[in-house]
């Protein structure tokens, strides 16, 4: 899931630096500047690191390992914050303990899941 969101806001980004009128070559007025040609960015290895091969027995190995660890102190404590609706500040836990932000939103949208998936359990 996180894998396609990301595909999408990165063709959404490509998509807006299409959408731009051409500079036009000169100094003053709109869109001016120099004519560059745009260099297409490949996928950071960190971006795509243990979402691109998840095979049924990797993700089954993931959920037992999650099943018998469950979850870490500060995974519980951006839980909590999200049960009582404070999603900014579990963003900023998250992003403090991961660091970077990418990673965070990431967490943060997983442990929401678990949430959702654990209330329509009951």
Not at 25 to 49: C, D, M, Q, W, Y
Not at 71 to 76: D, L, S
Not at 88 to 112: M, N, Y
């Amino acid at each position: 899931d996180s894998v396609s969101s990301m595909t999408e806001q990165a063709e959404a980004a490509s998509k807006v630096r299409a959408e731009r009128a051409p500079k036009t070559g000169f100094a003053r007025g709109l869109n001016s500047g120099f004519i560059v040609k745009t260099i297409e960015k490949p996928t950071r290895p960190s971006h795509r690191r243990g979402t691109t091969h998840v095979n049924k027995r990797v993700s089954f190995i993931r959920s037992l390992i999650r099943e018998v660890t469950g979850f870490a102190p500060y995974e519980r404590r951006v839980m909590e914050l999200l049960k009582i609706g404070k999603d900014k500040r579990a963003l900023r836990l998250a992003k403090k303990r991961l660091g970077t932000h990418l990673r965070a939103k990431r967490k943060r949208e997983e442990l929401s899941n678990v949430i959702r998936i654990a209330r329509t359990k009951k």
